[in-house]
């Protein structure tokens, strides 16, 4: 095989399509600044994701810094998470003045373990912030009733979990607000986009202002926001992808099938537990590479860069080892987490992957390990 094989590729309606969608702006000329096209996706958005509210934004990062600053925490207060992530979550708590605390993970699915949280919190504590990686959906009953216990508030990191239902309720659903990420990379593109979900109707005032400048008339200013807006060139690619999303799935479920089943016979390739009452969205397909294979992750990588393919080790290192946390803020044993982190490694997968490319993987891989 000859082509280069990214890790993913984008989801993109045909040209035609988005050709047609975006001809009424030459007319409006109105291209951003909460357009039309920006209120109907937040809309047919919150329908699909089965929450309460949403508050559309211009990428998932600036969603996570707002879901958390709107929570208005006294600055250098502490915020207890996981390390096992982008690097977006980590940044999102610092630029916010708060001390990310890092807690382990579990060895099963990636998540954050519920039952070291405890041990953590402190009287600075004021929140938690976990993540539901590769969409895998973290312990949300056990987190909440921690939260409630201490007075804490849960902000998810959903940036992978988008479309996932848990218990019939949409992901964004739980804790006091969940935030999105709809960048070219993840099931579900605005190109670059974001939006947070919550309950309390509250937030999404908050979220408005923070989002464009405090403004809130003419000539008034009510607070100190930044511009965190989509304008609607990238509404208008949401709102012509979400007309694809059931066959997206479906076909993602096809291809995640297919390599399950074929790297399940294979000795050291380890998959993720899969949590019961959970709809999945087959955003990645992460694999761990156990001692058991016979070959370091590290050596499984290269060998298929020298083919010309890019599995990438999200998420290594572990965002409070990386130079700008390293040895600064508290933190627990993270041992789980960082030998996650040596063995991870996300295969190439997308929605429409030719099976020959999945086919050529697993052959590579069944080859390589060296069975002990
Ligand atoms: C993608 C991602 C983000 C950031 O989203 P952007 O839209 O790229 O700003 C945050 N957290 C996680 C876990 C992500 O994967």
């Not at 807690?103 to 405890?118: L, M, Q, S, Y």
Request: glycine share 6%; proline share 3%.
């Amino acid at each position: 095989m000859t082509t280069k094989i990214l890790v993913t590729k984008s989801s993109m309606p045909p040209y035609e399509e988005y050709i047609e969608a975006i001809k009424p702006l030459w007319d409006t000329h109105w291209l951003t600044n909460m357009g039309i096209y920006h209120k109907q996706l937040e809309g047919e958005l919150r329908d699909f994701l089965n929450v309460k509210e949403l508050s559309l934004m211009v990428n998932g990062h600036m969603a996570l810094e707002m879901a958390i600053q709107m929570m208005g925490f006294p600055s250098g207060a502490e915020v207890i998470t996981t390390p096992f992530t982008f690097i977006s979550t980590t940044h999102a708590i610092v630029r916010n003045n708060l001390k990310p605390v890092f807690c382990d993970v579990k060895d099963a699915d990636g998540t954050i373990d519920e039952t070291k949280i405890e041990d953590l919190v402190t009287e600075n504590t004021v929140a938690i912030v976990p993540v539901h990686v590769y969409g895998n959906v973290c312990n949300v009953e056990e987190i909440q009733r921690i939260a409630d216990k201490y007075n804490l508030k849960v902000i998810y990191d959903a940036a992978h979990a988008f479309g996932v239902n848990y218990k019939g309720l949409g992901i964004g659903s739980y804790g006091d607000a969940s935030v999105f990420s709809f960048h070219a990379t993840k099931v579900f593109n605005t190109i670059e986009g974001g939006a947070v979900a919550f309950k309390e109707h509250l937030y999404y005032e908050k979220l408005y202002n923070l989002k464009n400048f405090g403004i809130r008339g003419e000539e008034l200013v009510t607070s100190v926001g930044a511009n965190a807006k989509m304008n609607e060139f990238c509404a208008v690619m949401g709102l012509c992808n979400i007309r694809h999303l059931k066959e997206t799935f479906q076909s993602r479920e096809e291809r995640y099938s297919f390599y399950k089943k074929e790297l399940s016979g294979i000795r050291g390739i380890r998959l993720f537990e899969e949590k019961e009452a959970v709809t999945k969205n087959y955003a990645y397909f992460p694999v761990c590479i156990t001692e058991e294979y016979g070959r370091t992750r590290d050596e499984v990588y290269d060998m298929l860069a020298e083919q010309d393919i890019h599995a990438r080790k999200y998420f290594y290192p572990l965002t409070a080892d990386q130079a700008c946390f390293r040895n600064k803020y508290r933190d627990m044993n993270l041992s789980v987490a960082r030998t996650l982190a040596s063995q991870i490694l996300v295969l190439p997968f997308w929605a429409d992957m030719e099976f020959d490319k999945l086919q050529y993987i697993v052959d590579l891989l069944g080859k390589f390990g060296g069975a002990i």
